[in-house]
């Protein structure tokens, strides 16, 4: 063997050292494996980092308790059980993580100029002016702190979903009552988001799906990523999406706004995000308790520092490491949350312990 062919032969297991150095997966598999019973018996988790996926592994392992469940849940919805393998381009509901891609597409109206995040939201929607909601601000829609009390979140879901149009929508939020001052109070829920959609409708005249489709799933490649075709749009919680769509989402907040070159977010808008407004005088009115101690942006929770994320009512966990610059996702699908909070905060740890520094 010459020369030249040993100094290839060596560069190439440098590189293949180096990129297989970015990940350890052995921890994460290992976690992955024995926690997949207690999160649905199936779960995906994909890691970017350095302009790549450094990380993708599926744990498929539905006992018969579990697909019985699944298929129970499927007929309730009316459709058939989907019991196929988890894999990165499966699409599932992501629930709430939807609320991160909303406020996302709300901001590239702010960027715009076509609204302002200290707009009030009775110049858009007369009805909520009528009912002493005119003075909440877009900034308080997207961060929870309308001072509204909505209902339990499930129900509110299904408020929307027998509404015959956005308007009737807005008007049930307009019927809720208050249960804080706007900008003081903190109430997890679909209302904001809401409204925020309403409004992007009301100034542009198309559907909030097509807004959408356009300002957000087109650009980022998120072809497998949609709000659904009811009737109204449910900004809060309305997504279907997959793993590596979502990812892709995750990528361009990583990099301040910009995918493949094209900025989609303005980098202020990416970091007004992800400032916690949840601040000590702030009064909690409702906090989900997978939760925790997390803070609150716009359509995102602040972990701690520099981590935020926006978990869903079925357990799928997206979240950002600004300090160590990776962004993953896991996407599951069950609803028992006993533990999550303490699941996401471990599986965030082992994270962080295997990438690169």
Excluded at 10 to 25: H, T
Aim: with cysteine; aromatic share 10%.
């Amino acid at each position: 063997m010459n020369f030249y062919k040993v100094t290839i032969i060596a560069l190439l297991l440098l590189f293949c050292g180096k990129v297989s150095a970015q990940y350890n997966p052995a921890k994460t598999d290992a976690w992955l494996d024995d926690h997949a019973r207690e999160m649905g018996g199936r779960v995906v988790l994909m890691v970017w980092q350095n302009g790549q996926v450094v990380y993708s592994h599926a744990v498929n392992a539905m006992n018969p308790k579990q697909k019985m469940a699944n298929k129970f849940m499927a007929r309730r919805q009316g459709k058939t059980a989907d019991l196929d393998d988890f894999t990165p381009s499966m699409r599932l509901p992501i629930a709430s993580c939807s609320k991160w891609l909303s406020a996302a597409l709300v901001m590239t109206f702010v960027d715009e100029g076509k609204l302002r995040l200290n707009d009030t939201v009775g110049k858009y929607l007369p009805i909520l002016a009528q009912h002493g909601k005119g003075n909440i601000t877009i900034s308080e829609c997207l961060s929870h702190l309308t001072g509204i009390k909505a209902p339990e979140l499930r129900e509110s879901i299904e408020d929307v979903r027998d509404a015959a149009s956005m308007d009737e929508s807005i008007e049930k939020i307009a019927n809720m009552p208050m249960e804080g001052k706007p900008g003081k109070t903190f109430h997890y829920s679909n209302a904001g988001l809401q409204i925020a959609g309403a409004i992007l409708e009301k100034i542009t005249g198309k559907s909030f799906e097509t807004l959408f489709a356009e300002r957000i799933a087109a650009p980022l490649n998120m072809k497998n990523t949609d709000f659904g075709k009811g009737k109204v749009a449910l900004p809060a919680g309305g997504a279907i999406s997959t793993t590596e769509d979502y990812l892709n989402f995750l990528v361009m907040l990583l990099n301040r706004g910009m995918f493949n070159n094209k900025r989609i977010l303005s980098e202020n808008s990416v970091a007004q995000m992800q400032v916690n407004r949840c601040m000590p005088d702030v009064k909690i009115a409702y906090k989900p308790e997978e939760a925790g101690d997390f803070g609150y942006g716009y359509g995102e929770w602040t972990m701690d520092g520099p981590i935020v994320t926006s978990p869903g009512l079925f357990g799928s966990f997206p979240w950002i490491n600004n300090d160590k610059k990776y962004a993953a996702f896991m996407m599951t699908y069950y609803i028992r949350n006993t533990g999550r909070h303490e699941r996401y905060v471990e599986l965030k740890g082992l994270v962080d312990e295997a990438v690169a520094r």
